[in-house]
């Protein structure tokens, strides 16, 4: 495979230059705002742990300890179905494909098509692209700020051989390097960008992308390990080296890894930056060791365009921008440089924002838009708990000189309570008085509720429907499918725009990749279950026919179903229209824009010829029994021998069948299926 960059050894000057750029590229991210802060927010609104009030733990810990009868505070959940319903349709529209990023081309480039088609189909399962759209999508919905990176990246996968010499049973395992477009998301809390551009147009436009993650010391080392002409000086001082910056002083919000306190009550409470000691527990002083390691460790993936001149490097065209890539430990040591010669020449980490209205980082996501209707619908719904809580626990007047404070509000609901020496005498009536309890505002709770819900509903352009719910009415399907229809504007809106700011992008770097780097080989094709074999000569030539295509434009867009069904019906009642097209690959095609593919079930070219050719062996054999019937009658003295004779010198050789193939390429190139094989029958 060819390396697809250039890995560079820096000088030292040069090193403690681009520590620096690196700490100015936090403190420009940090000096704008809290971003950390804003999203923890926003992701106690979406899990529903924004209450911390006293009464609202107070009655959680009660019922976690199994006391049922205490009233949690409840909020309404309104941010996470929305939110949950706005990426399941755009997960609809971009993810459903197979592979995800369909190659079309015109027909003389339709075997380099299949090949990219096949590249991308098998790279996608690979790099585990579904899983990080999903995150990504969901990150853009809940901060309108989500980033995905796509890299050409290298990963070692398992192989086998038959050697007899090895075993007789198991097969040989060994190595191969697979290389391929890898696309990751990025974790939000942790990425470092260039905030003086537009997010949607930074890859383009900015100077710096980049983000944060943690590695324990064996993460780190296997990692280095598959670096390139890495820095080799520098790997003691990365591994001796501590967590954190040093000698400068970074704002709270931004800095180091961050994970966001959000779920109190987490299947396992977490602290990333604690970690097992390994040497303490093996019992190993660490004294006999070279390298005084760490037990975590934060390593720093930055893509910078720079000028390499600013910086001391002598490298070709040192005064003309470049893109480069760096790896650094704990913010401190540079152990990987490479220059990024990608033909795309983009930073490769792709940022957007699904509802762009121009004032940039100012515009508030789909959770900040709904999060009030949450905020108030669950207050409507608190004040009808805090009069459940009234009705179950009475307030009333006492006389404290009667009866002690304690035995008032004892938590025993059937405590004896003793009155004292000065209720003597006196009616014991008088001693308390409990207050009426009226609740006349119970049944406004649910109308107001459901009102509210329509203004979240009309805030993001979705309906009850569309969340899964079940809606009375009296709407017929079509009606029902014309209000479906129009529900889906807003999000089709964002399609769009997510087309635009993210997918043509990735797609163009995806495809530009595949033709600078890719090797040949043999690729399977899932969907056409065949191997295919990828020639890199083959693709290049035809660079400048490919479309890569996605599921953004839904099928009724293309073609109205009905509209077909009509012009099907007029087709087979036509006899001259029948001769102009094929009606059967045109019912496949209707069924494929609907959602349903039986391509697989068609038949192949050669057994449609096949069960011609039988047909018409048939019908000629059905003329020549009744001839023979019409000869035994008429002539007189004729053997059966005659008749047999006379049947097989008339009837020809009947269609052997065949093996069949499907390939429904032969059927939608031609439109027609081949000739039939030669041991068929010619009319006579």
């Not at 098998?122 to 585990?128: A, E, H, P």
């Not at 020639?535 to 434009?553: N, T």
């Amino acid at each position: 495979m060819i390396t697809p960059n250039t890995p560079t050894i820096l000088p030292t000057k040069v090193q403690e230059a681009i520590i620096q750029y690196h700490h100015q590229c936090y403190n420009l991210q940090a000096t704008n705002w809290n971003i950390r802060e804003q999203m923890r927010k926003i992701d106690l609104a979406y899990q529903r742990e924004a209450d911390q009030t006293s009464e609202h733990w107070k009655a959680r810990l009660a019922n976690r300890y199994g006391d049922k009868t205490k009233f949690q505070n409840v909020t309404v959940p309104v941010i996470m179905p929305m939110v949950e319903a706005a990426v399941t349709y755009q997960a609809s529209v971009f993810l459903t494909g197979n592979p995800l990023f369909g190659v079309v081309s015109n027909p003389a480039n339709a075997d380099a098509a299949l090949q990219m088609e096949s590249v991308i189909g098998d790279q996608q399962i690979k790099g585990g692209w579904t899983r990080e759209f999903i995150l990504f999508f969901r990150d853009a919905f809940k901060y309108n700020l989500a980033a995905i990176e796509v890299d050409w990246d290298r990963m070692t996968t398992p192989a086998f051989e038959t050697d007899l010499s090895f075993s007789t049973r198991e097969g040989r395992p060994k190595e191969v390097v697979w290389e391929g477009n890898v696309i990751k998301r990025c974790d939000p809390y942790n990425l470092i960008f260039d905030t003086r551009v537009a997010p949607s147009s930074l890859y383009y436009k900015g100077e710096f992308v980049g983000y944060n993650k943690l590695m324990s010391r064996v993460a780190l080392k296997e990692f280095i390990n598959t670096l390139p002409n890495k820095m080799v000086s520098n790997v003691v001082a990365a591994f001796e080296s501590g967590m954190g910056f040093s000698g400068i002083t970074m704002a709270n919000s931004v800095g180091g890894y961050y994970i966001p306190e959000v779920n109190p009550e987490a299947l396992l409470n977490r602290n990333p930056r604690a970690t097992t000691n390994w040497l303490a527990w093996a019992g190993i002083t660490g004294q006999d060791n070279k390298i005084k390691y760490k037990d975590m460790y934060e390593l720093t993936k930055l893509y910078a365009k720079i000028i390499p001149s600013d910086f001391g490097l002598k490298v070709p065209s040192a005064n003309t921008p470049q893109i480069w890539k760096f790896y650094i430990v704990n913010h401190q040591v540079v152990i990987y440089a490479e220059r990024q010669t990608n033909a795309h020449g983009f930073l490769p980490i792709l940022l957007c924002q699904p509802l762009e209205d121009g004032l940039e980082f100012q515009t508030k996501s789909l959770a900040q838009n709904v999060s009030p209707i949450q905020d108030l619908t669950s207050a409507l719904w608190n004040s009808n708990i805090a009069a459940r809580r009234r009705s179950v626990s009475d307030r009333g007047l006492y006389d404290p000189s009667r009866v002690t404070e304690a035995n008032i509000n004892s938590d025993n609901p059937s405590a004896k309570i003793p009155v004292r020496p000065a209720a003597y005498g006196k009616p014991v009536s008088e001693a308390y008085y409990p207050i009426p309890f009226r609740d006349d505002q119970a049944g406004l709770v649910m109308q107001e509720t459901a009102s509210l819900m329509q203004m979240a509903n009309m805030i993001t352009g979705q309906n009850p429907a569309r969340q899964g719910q079940f809606v009375k009415g009296n709407k017929t399907q079509r009606e029902f499918d014309s209000v479906m229809s129009n529900a889906n504007g807003r999000d089709q809106l964002v399609s769009i725009l997510l087309e635009d700011q993210i997918f043509l992008p990735l797609k163009h770097i995806i495809k530009t990749n595949i033709l600078q780097y890719q090797g040949g080989g043999s690729v399977f094709n899932r969907d056409k279950k065949q191997a295919v074999n990828v020639d890199p000569v083959a693709l290049r030539k035809a660079i400048l026919e490919f479309k890569v295509s996605d599921g953004l434009i839904p099928a009724d867009k293309l073609i109205s179903a009905d509209t077909l069904q009509v012009a099907m019906q007029v087709i087979g009642s036509t006899p001259a229209l029948l001769k102009e097209y094929n009606l059967s690959p045109m019912f496949s095609y209707m069924i494929k824009t609907q959602g349903g593919d039986i391509g697989e079930f068609e038949k192949s070219p050669e057994q449609v010829a096949y069960e011609d050719a039988v047909a018409q062996w048939q019908n000629m054999a059905n003329s020549v029994l009744e001839l023979a019937k019409s000869v035994t009658l008429k002539v007189e003295n004729v053997t059966m021998d005659q008749v047999k004779s006379m049947i097989q010198e008339l009837l020809p050789p009947q269609p052997v069948p065949q093996s069949f193939n499907y390939d429904p390429t032969m059927r939608s190139k031609s439109g027609q299926p081949p000739a039939a094989p030669t041991n068929q029958p010619q009319q006579e």
